[in-house]
């Protein structure tokens, strides 16, 4: 692959990836134990802005592997700039359905206990009297 | 790559347009400098990425509408031969296959760009073996599930309190621990309702806080839609797991009897299968992520 590189370079690339992917995973799996409470008693981050800051460390970790992965092993980094953006770029669409669908996700969380009102409610007529009228066929208003 | 592909599609055009490894028609423009087989693996790659994304935005969706979710460190936590509670340690290990995998995948790729026979059958075969372990690892990871904690698709027996309480036993009082205290839980707290001669055993609480506080309440299910996603999702995956052991096992056989060779191309149809076999690699980051770490 990639004429510019020797054989011996490229191994060593490959190795290099082992370790980073392979520490990566590690540090990940560490502080998902840590911010559970597995590590440290007493210690967790599972409300409030240390949660944030948690998901924000791991989406960042698990993007970058993704990168490495698809511009080392995959070879992006090697290919035409051109090819690169038409792979790549369709799928900053996904951000809008991140937002979108999360949004939605959790506009129904906080309202289930009013769906719920709703799914159970007996709507029942005001009066015994009909609420507007019908009339026979031939009785219909017609135009002009 | 880009380079060493069009170069053969210039000595090889005269003789045999079959084996250019090129096949785009209409004249010697490649589009992006790439082969037509190798394109086309990236846009496949690029839809099934969407696939992928539809179903983990889902998993998102779906748990931001549900007031609680199984914790994955509950949830995920045996191992095998261990009768031990060691969260994500088991799906570490299936991480870490699957990177080795790809790693070899990555070694044989390179030893066919240098046309090395043997070199490729290896490092596929190393791949091949990956990507069994981690089948075999995803069955009794399911099997776990099915099987010891009777989870379905449509059941979902991992469940978490909405607000703090104390067990009762079923005459009403107040359960109690070994040492005598009382046996509460906490606002959060998982728990895992378990199956006694085949029923489940739904255990009753009393609530010492919240919205229900002193009432006495049945132990509910976890969110349904926990156990759909997880099965679907990671057997989605997993069967991509699958139909890529076949295929590197169908191209391995092909290089060992020399077919690639014949075509004098690099082995383009191994860097194609690597392509796939490095995105079922790339799924799993957003897999581990969304169902194990978050």
């Given at each position: 692959m990639a004429g510019h590189q020797t054989y011996e370079e490229q191994k060593a690339l490959v190795f290099r990836g082992l370790l980073l992917l392979g520490a990566i995973t590690i540090v990940e799996v560490v502080v998902a134990l840590l911010a559970k409470g597995h590590l440290v008693h007493g210690i967790r981050f599972t409300e409030g802005f240390g949660h944030y800051l948690y998901m924000?460390?791991?989406?960042?970790?698990?993007?970058?592997?993704?990168?490495?992965?698809i511009f080392y092993f995959m070879h992006m980094a090697y290919e035409v700039r051109g090819?690169?953006?038409?792979?790549?770029?369709?799928?900053?669409?996904?951000?809008?359905?991140?937002?979108?669908?999360?949004?939605?996700?959790?506009?129904?969380?906080?309202?289930?206990?009013?769906?719920?009102?709703?799914?159970?409610?007996?709507?029942?007529?005001?009066?015994?009297?009909?609420?507007?009228?019908?009339?026979?066929?031939?009785e219909w208003p017609r135009k002009g | 790559m880009a380079d060493t592909s069009v170069a053969h599609a210039h000595d090889t055009h005269a003789h045999d347009h079959q084996e250019d490894g090129i096949n785009w028609e209409g004249?010697?423009?490649?589009?992006?400098?790439?082969?037509y087989g190798k394109l086309m693996m990236w846009y496949f790659l690029l839809s099934d990425?969407?696939?992928?994304?539809?179903?983990?935005?889902?998993?998102?969706?779906?748990?931001?509408?549900?007031?609680?979710?199984?914790?994955a460190d509950f949830v995920f936590a045996s191992f095998p031969f261990v009768n031990a509670h060691w969260p994500l340690i088991f799906v570490t290990f299936m991480t870490f296959v699957l990177i080795f995998s790809s790693v070899t995948m990555v070694r044989a790729v390179?030893?066919?760009?240098?046309?090395?026979?043997?070199?490729?059958?290896?490092w596929m075969f190393l791949t091949i073996l990956g990507g069994a372990t981690f089948l075999g690892s995803q069955a009794y990871e399911w099997t776990t599930l099915i099987a010891k904690e009777h989870m379905t698709v449509s059941v979902n027996p991992f469940g978490r309190h909405t607000a703090d309480g104390v067990y009762l036993n079923?005459?009403?009082?107040?359960?109690?621990?070994?040492?005598?205290?009382?046996?509460?839980?906490?606002?959060?707290d998982n728990y895992l309702l378990h199956k006694h001669n085949g029923e489940f055993d739904i255990p009753k609480l009393k609530y010492t806080s919240g919205q229900h506080a002193g009432q006495v309440k049945d132990a509910?299910?976890?969110?349904?839609?926990f156990g759909a996603l997880f099965f679907f999702i990671t057997g989605f995956h997993g069967f991509h797991v699958f139909s890529g052991v076949l295929f590197l096992t169908i191209i391995m056989i092909n290089?060992?009897?020399?077919?690639?060779?014949?075509?004098?191309?690099?082995?383009e149809m191994v860097e194609k299968i690597g392509l796939y076999w490095h995105f079922v690699d790339l799924v799993w980051v957003f897999v581990f992520l969304v169902f194990y770490l978050l």
């Open positions: 924000l460390l791991m989406i960042g970790f698990s993007l970058y592997k993704a990168y490495f992965i090819m690169m953006l038409s792979v790549l770029l369709p799928t900053t669409l996904l951000i809008w359905a991140i937002i979108a669908f999360f949004q939605e996700g959790s506009s129904w969380g906080a309202r289930r206990e009013l769906i719920r009102e709703k799914n159970e409610e007996v709507v029942k007529p005001k009066t015994g009297q009909p609420q507007g009228y019908l009339l026979p066929a031939a | 004249g010697e423009k490649v589009p992006f400098k790439a082969s990425a969407f696939t992928f994304a539809g179903f983990l935005i889902a998993y998102g969706a779906l748990r931001f509408s549900t007031p609680t979710w199984p914790e390179q030893e066919g760009h240098r046309e090395n026979q043997r070199g490729v059958v290896f079923a005459d009403g009082s107040e359960a109690k621990n070994e040492d005598g205290t009382p046996k509460a839980f906490a606002k959060g509910t299910f976890g969110p349904k839609a290089a060992a009897s020399g077919l690639y060779a014949a075509r004098r191309n690099g082995y």
